[in-house]
């Protein structure tokens, strides 16, 4: 089994809402084969709790006006670490790049297929070791990002 067509659109929308925001290190998988209860996760992640939610808030409504579709539950966003967006065929998860790294959910999902982003999406690849970079020159500079 793979991923449905809405599945996909759904994705597809959500990673170009996430990358719209800036996030980093966008990537979806196809966890139809694996799992039951979804399609799909899409992973992205950003360096502070501040732009976390301002990624999840533009992907909850790019969803709900694009494709008429709410999520069914919203966990994880008092603290704006890692939230997560269910939307019965998809899966968003929108993670602190701390806790990305911690977590490491790309290591779990590994074997399954990726599934094809917009191209703003797929250029966010690499993005958060970029800014870990810059942030730790600036710190040794004592200036401030």
């Not at 800036?22 to 709790?49: G, Q, R």
């Amino acid at each position: 089994m793979t991923a449905t067509d809405r599945s996909i659109e759904l994705i597809q929308t959500a990673a170009q809402a996430a990358a719209d925001k800036l996030a980093h290190d966008i990537i979806a998988y196809d966890v139809s084969d694996v799992l039951s209860i979804t399609d799909a996760f899409l992973l992205a992640s950003a360096p502070n709790d501040r732009q976390v939610k301002a990624i999840v808030d533009e992907v909850e409504e790019r969803l709900q006006n694009e494709l008429g579709v709410k999520p069914v539950r919203r966990e994880g966003e008092r603290d704006g670490r890692w939230v997560l967006l269910d939307y019965i065929d998809i899966v968003v998860h929108v993670q602190h790049s701390e806790e990305r790294v911690f977590y490491a959910l790309e290591r779990l999902w590994k074997d399954c297929p990726e599934l094809e982003l917009p191209k703003d999406a797929v250029a966010t690849r690499g993005k958060a070791d970029e800014h870990a970079r810059a942030t730790a020159a600036a710190d040794a500079d004592g200036e401030l990002i």
